[in-house]
């Protein structure tokens, strides 16, 4: 049975948008941040699209994201690093280690592995000068990686964080060297070194100048379950928050915020049918949002609209991140690749 939501997926903006991050990472190998299942489209599609583009390299949040993937032979390495508990599941992926208890717990067993140096986030990772203390010695290293904090914004932080990790090239056994997330990889060469991660740009988030051949991927849709008139001077939705100036034809979609599209949406988003701007009306609830639908009389019950979502300028309407705009997007979406 099909769900009366679905959520467009285009495959081939989401391969040019990789291929565009990997011509800016120059030299660099160019991977493939897959966390939060796919940013919310489909971690096993996007890998399988992205392993057919080329990409080697994938990167999970848990251990549970690493099992989802375990069949498919992918490079996958954990952000999360290593619990006691995690470290039986290795042989489908490298856990990243971030703190000198999941370095002794790891170095035993003489497996690859990945470490994260803090430069300056203060989330996960080792120091540098536990780094420079030699508390990765022993340590079969397949990739040092960090962290930039604020690579969208052209910021003094930047610069420090790339000395800092500059300079542990050769202080340890790791093959390569990675720091550029999407925004850090349009910094500029320097930061790319042998490795890049991108995530929100995969998916059509643009951060800075550089991202702007970035396409959408993700347009969620949703079916029309009623169309009816309401006239002049009659309210939509909870709290009657919009009052129909003239005689006004309503369609109700079968989407809310359980659905990942907020409230916040109230009286900005819009929807799209046959090349024409719908307004939203009223508030967005829970399972149900309505649309002015007067400009298309033929659009009836059963039909379907594109709900306005670049994520760019959908971030900047509604207040929310990019990030927020995908990982949010619930599971009754059928997600439909093209």
């Known amino acids: 049975m099909t769900a009366p939501l679905r959520l467009r997926l285009d495959s081939a903006a989401l391969v040019s948008n990789w291929r565009h991050l990997a011509k800016l990472s120059g030299t660099a190998a160019c991977g493939a941040a897959i966390k939060a299942n796919g940013y919310g489209l489909g971690s096993r599609a996007v890998a399988h699209h992205l392993a057919k583009a080329g990409c080697r390299d994938f990167f999970v949040a848990s251990w549970g994201e690493a099992g989802a993937l375990a069949d498919l032979g992918l490079n996958v390495s954990v952000l999360h690093g290593l619990r006691p508990e995690d470290s039986i599941a290795a042989d489908y992926a490298r856990p990243v280690l971030s703190t000198a208890e999941q370095v002794a717990r790891w170095k035993p067993t003489g497996k690859p592995c990945d470490v994260m140096v803090d430069t300056g986030m203060n989330r996960l990772g ?172 033929g659009l009836r019950e059963g039909d379907w609209v594109a709900m306005s979502y670049a994520l760019p300028e959908t971030a900047a309407l509604s207040g929310l991140s990019q990030y927020e705009l995908l990982t949010g997007l619930g599971p009754r979406y059928d997600r439909i690749w093209n």
């Open 126 to 297: 080792v120091s540098v000068a536990e780094v420079g203390a030699g508390l990765l010695e022993g340590l079969v290293i397949e990739t040092l990686m960090s962290h930039l904090v604020s690579a969208d914004e052209d910021v003094p932080l930047n610069a420090r964080q790339l000395a800092d990790f500059g300079a542990l090239k050769g202080r340890t056994q790791a093959k390569r060297m990675s720091l550029a997330n999407s925004a850090g990889i349009a910094l500029g060469a320097d930061y790319a070194f042998d490795l890049t991660r991108p995530g929100i740009a995969l998916y059509g988030g643009w951060q800075r100048a550089g991202h702007d051949a970035i396409r959408q991927v993700a347009t969620p849709e949703a079916e029309i379950l009623q169309r009816r008139t309401v006239r002049a001077g009659d309210t939509v939705g909870y709290n009657a928050s919009w009052t129909a100036p003239a005689d006004t034809e309503v369609a109700i979609l079968n989407l809310g915020y359980a659905d990942g599209y907020l409230r916040c949406f109230t009286g900005k988003g819009l929807a799209m049918a046959q090349g024409v701007k719908l307004p939203l009306i009223g508030r967005v609830s829970m399972d149900l949002t309505a649309i002015d639908v007067t400009a298309l009389p």
